[in-house]
Each structure stands twice: as C-alpha cells, then as structure tokens.
C-alpha cells in the first residue's frame, strides 16, 4: 500500500528569471530567460511526494485569482488531494520572484499572501486526513503557529513528523515545540538560524543540542555533499548523488518528500535519506521547482546505479 502523506505548507506562483549573475543591491540587470511555474515550498513537496509514490492531502491557501486557480488545477491534476486547499479573498495568491545564475544558484524573495492564512482552524479541520497518515511533512512558508499546532496535533495522533525549516526562522523554536519533531532538515543557514540561542562552536555541537531539546533526529543538508543524520546514536554522513545542476529551486523540497515517503514504506533512516538524496540530485537536473520533481521509477533507477 503506498504511504499516506500530508503536507500542511504554502503554494506559490514562482516568477523565475534567469540571470547571468545576480545583482548587487541598488543595480539592475538584464535576465536572459524568463519562466511562470508552480511553486511553495508545501505544493513542491506534495507533487514530489505524489512522484515518488505517496498518496498525498495537501492543506493550504492560495488567492481568489488567476494565479490560484491555476495552481489549484495543476495540483488536481497532479494527484495531490487538495480537499483541504481553500482559496482565500482579500488577498493575492503567493509569489516567488526567483533569480537563477547558470550554476544553478538561486536567490528567492516570497510575496506570501494567502499562505499566511493558512490556519490551526484549517489544521483542525483535516484532522481526520492527518489522523490516518503516515507522515505529516511541515516547512515555514506559513504562520508559525500553524506550523506548531499541526506538530502537537500530529503527535497527539501518532503521526511521524518532518519539519523542513525553510525559509530559515528569524529566532529559534519555542521550547515546547522540539520534541513534537521526530526528523528535522536544516540546511547550514537554517540551522544556524535555529540555534542562534545557543553558543555552538559548530553544526555538530547545535545539532546534538537539539537533540537535547527533543528533536528525534537531525539531518543536515549539505547540497553537493549529500547530508548527515544525527541522532543520540549515530553520525553519519550520506553522500550525495553526482548530477549537473541546472536549477536548484525545490531540491531541498525534494528531499524532504523523499524522506517522508520513504520513512512512512518502513525505510532505516539511512536507506530513507538515501533516498531523499537521489530524489534531489533528480530535482536539480531540471528546469521549474515542481516541474522537476522525479518519478518514483527515476529515483529507483539512480539508486540501482
Ligand atoms: O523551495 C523552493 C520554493 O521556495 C520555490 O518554489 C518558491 O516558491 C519558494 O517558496
């Protein structure tokens, strides 16, 4: 049976333009492409998480406009169960200016919108989907406390979470929060972001610190040099996939829904990030966040490599 995933985030239009390099501030620049796609850090991680063969419930807001209809379609389209997606009045559809240089960096500004009205009311309301999940996978693309109350729902209701702490927070977690997250995905920034309460002389020391605060496991995304899990037993560092990168959007949103649908089959937590790891390699191989995700048999065919 495949595993039921709910992705309680934001959904996106990303404006993507691709640049020679980025400009200074105060300076313009000319792009040399420029694209309309699907994207939010929660939308990317249903569609990657339906590629990779989850069955997924999205839960989030996009505006009464162009930009929100189309997204909503493209999800049905895609898969995702959007029952608990609303479109919200008073307020745009979420946007992504986005500036690619040709190694595939990328620079990011969010115009949120109608993510920012994604409610713990809307939490609530797809209790019963989070109910019979698997795995609930979370980022910070929303009100916060949304984010907060869906992890102490999820955990009153046994289900496994993932918190992808993306975009990095302006100030650490509250205390109560740590423990309700059994799998944490920062990447440097963001784990610097989180910890910046504390004195760690290193990621390694921040990382078991939150360990300490509760969190079940710490996996710290280190891009081309795939990532490392820590939990109180283990520190390991899981190599990544060698790929040319043509556009990085989304693969942190990758590997995240390769991690819960591989945790929520009943994979080890290395063989799972194993997994995350090609989904992501996979992603950054192509143009568009969502557009780009891989299928589940491209993930399976790098992985046999
Ligand atoms: O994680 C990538 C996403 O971040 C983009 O799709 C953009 O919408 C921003 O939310």
């Given amino acids: 049976m495949a595993a039921r995933i709910v992705v309680i ?15 200074a501030p105060g300076e313009s620049k000319m792009a040399d492409e420029f694209h309309i796609t699907p994207g939010g850090k929660g939308a990317n991680q249903a569609v990657a998480a339906v590629r990779a063969g989850a069955d997924v419930t999205f839960v989030g807001r996009l505006g009464d406009d162009d930009f929100g209809r189309r997204r ?12 608990y997606v609303r479109l919200t009045h008073n307020t745009h559809s979420g946007v992504a200016l986005i500036a690619i240089e040709p190694s595939g960096e990328n620079l990011i500004v969010v115009a949120p919108g109608a993510n920012m009205c994604v409610s713990e009311r809307d939490v609530t309301e797809a209790r019963n989907a989070l109910a019979g999940a698997d795995c609930l996978l979370l980022q910070l693309e929303i009100p916060h406390e949304t984010v907060y109350h869906a992890l102490r729902v999820a955990r009153k209701e046994g289900v496994t979470t993932i918190l992808n702490p993306a ?6 977690l509250p205390d109560d929060v740590w423990p309700h997250i059994d799998y944490l995905t920062p990447n440097q920034t963001e784990m610097a972001a989180l910890t910046s309460d ?34 109180p037993d283990m520190d390991e560092v899981v190599p990544a996939f060698e790929v040319e990168a ?34 992501a390699a996979l992603s950054v191989t192509g143009s568009g966040a969502q557009e780009s995700m891989p299928e589940r048999h491209e993930i399976e065919e790098l992985l046999a490599s």
């Fill in 9 to 23: 985030g934001s959904a996106n239009t990303d404006l993507v333009a691709r640049v020679p390099s980025f400009p």
């Fill in 72 to 83: 909503l379609d493209e999800l049905r389209c895609a898969g995702v169960d959007c029952t």
């Fill in 167 to 172: 975009p990095a927070p302006s100030e650490p």
């Fill in 198 to 231: 504390l004195n760690a002389p290193d990621a390694e020391s921040a990382a078991r610190a939150l360990l300490a605060r509760g969190v079940g496991a710490v996996i710290m995304t280190l891009g081309a040099h795939g990532a490392r899990c820590l939990t």
């Fill in 246 to 279: 043509v556009d990085t959007v989304g693969a942190g949103d990758a590997f995240a829904a390769g991690l819960g649908c591989a945790l929520a089959e009943g994979r080890p937590l290395l063989e799972a990030v194993r997994f995350a790891n090609a989904a």
